[in-house]
């Protein structure tokens, strides 16, 4: 077979690549499919997803898990050092975070079994119930290694377009092959859903038999039917998985679609939590997560600035300072800790956030009607910063008022007088529009000291 053809994988051959992309096809019959435009689930538009009837209210208790120090490598020109990642653990446990995904296919990503164990120790000893879980298993020998390594949870996955099994995952066929192995007698990856179940249920046996929890995990979650996400569900709850995760790792489907989609996991498996894994692709991430834990998923996949590939993920400090302010769901993190952590993520991994990014951005809080934050800060401000640890910043720009400019003379300590502030403001509008920001302390100082100093 030669190494490659146009348009194929390097180790599949021409009957495995139409075999894939017969299953699409098949499979597109029920989704909202245009061909070289897009390819979204076909559940988003059903008139019983459209006038879909949540619970009416809200569960008392979420767990959020980080899975920031895996997602975070998706990232183009992300990279994280092993101090990087130990300090990310432990600013996520001194938020409060107790389950975290450190790695998918740790192998293939370049780190060692060593590696691995030392990080898995520092988030128990930081937190000794902490859940620790890697990801990409698909063998009893890869529980074991996990085992090994100290993880206490390990997932399970299978993409519901099932052909795709071949080089979808964690990489373990592709490394198998550059080995020179044959992976056809080796993975056997499942290309349909009833191998997926049996693939699954053996590992969840061995699992359980020796401590450890399993997260069987149904990933490209657009690709299912109502029926292929119901006996998914039934299976691996019976089979004892401990988590049944719903993966929107594309962010196909609609948040009354996740929701829909929860509904039917929790009837089909009322005895095993529900996860789901959601992105922010159309910008709905935080919708999808608040429908989906309404409808009843009890555990959320989350990133520090929801850092991810393509659209980003779930915002982390976003959707629990949602949860914990307008819900009054506990999330068991500390809320006045969110801006640091934000700040720590973009250090580290260089990726700054938007400046009116939600909850954390570094001028979300700001303001130019200073009479009204005087009279109460919390008419436009809705929520204080001071609640996610950050405060109201006075913002001189393009259209502050002159009474505005007179709080901030003050607030410097820069005697004036009307005509003088007037003037200083005009300025200041004048070089903040040139400048196409807001000014800095130190240049408000500066335009004021000239404009003084010419009297």
Request: charged share 25%; glycine share 8%.
């Amino acid at each position: 077979m030669a190494l490659k053809k146009e348009g194929m994988h390097w180790y599949l051959t021409d009957e495995e690549v139409m075999f894939v992309r017969n299953q699409l096809a098949e499979l597109r019959t029920h989704m909202n499919y245009v061909p070289g435009k897009w390819c979204l689930s076909g559940l988003n538009c059903k008139p019983e997803v459209m006038g879909l009837s949540l619970p009416d209210h809200m569960p008392k208790k979420v767990l959020l898990r980080d899975i920031s120090l895996r997602t975070a490598l998706q990232v183009n020109g992300v990279s994280l050092t092993k101090d990087e990642r130990v300090r990310l653990l432990q600013a996520l446990s001194e938020l409060g975070v107790s389950s975290f995904q450190i790695s998918m296919g740790w192998r293939s990503r370049g780190y060692t079994m060593e590696q691995m164990q030392e990080e898995i120790k520092i988030c128990k000893r930081l937190n000794p119930d902490a859940e620790v879980e890697l990801g990409g298993v698909a063998t009893t020998d890869g529980i074991d290694e996990l085992l090994k390594m100290g993880a206490n949870c390990a997932s399970i996955q299978g993409p519901a377009n099932y052909a795709i099994s071949s080089f979808y995952g964690g990489g373990e066929i592709e490394s198998m092959t550059w080995a020179g192995k044959d992976w056809r007698n080796l993975a056997h990856p499942p290309k349909s859903l009833d191998e997926l179940v049996e693939r699954n249920k053996p590992l969840i046996d061995y699992a359980n038999r020796h401590g450890m929890r399993i997260k069987a995990s149904l990933n490209m979650l657009h690709w299912a039917d109502e029926a292929t996400i119901e006996r998914f569900a039934r299976e691996m709850g019976n089979a004892g998985a401990y988590y049944i995760s719903l993966q929107d790792g594309p962010g196909a489907m609609s948040p009354r679609a996740i929701a829909y989609a929860v509904l039917i996991a929790k009837k089909a498996a009322p005895n095993t939590k529900i996860a789901v894994h959601c992105h922010n692709t159309f910008g709905l991430g935080i919708e999808r997560a608040l429908t989906a834990i309404q409808a009843g998923a009890e555990m959320v996949e989350c990133r520090i600035n929801g850092i991810d590939s393509l659209g980003g993920g779930t915002d982390i400090q976003v959707l629990a300072g949602t949860l914990e302010v307008m819900y009054g769901v506990d999330t068991g993190l500390k809320l006045d800790q969110f801006t640091d952590l934000r700040r720590l993520g973009e250090d580290i991994f260089r990726y700054p956030v938007e400046r009116n990014h939600p909850i954390t951005g570094e001028e979300y809080y700001t303001y130019s009607n200073s009479t009204e934050v005087d009279i109460d800060p919390l008419i436009h401000g809705t929520i204080d910063p001071s609640v996610f640890g950050g405060k109201w910043e006075s913002h001189i720009g393009s259209i502050t008022r002159n009474w505005a400019m007179l709080d901030k003379l003050v607030e410097l300590d820069i005697p004036v007088d009307k005509a003088e502030a007037e003037a200083i403001n005009k300025a200041a509008r004048a070089e903040s529009t040139i400048r196409k920001r807001s000014l800095t302390d130190d240049e408000v100082r500066n335009i004021a000291m000239k404009i003084k100093g010419n009297k």
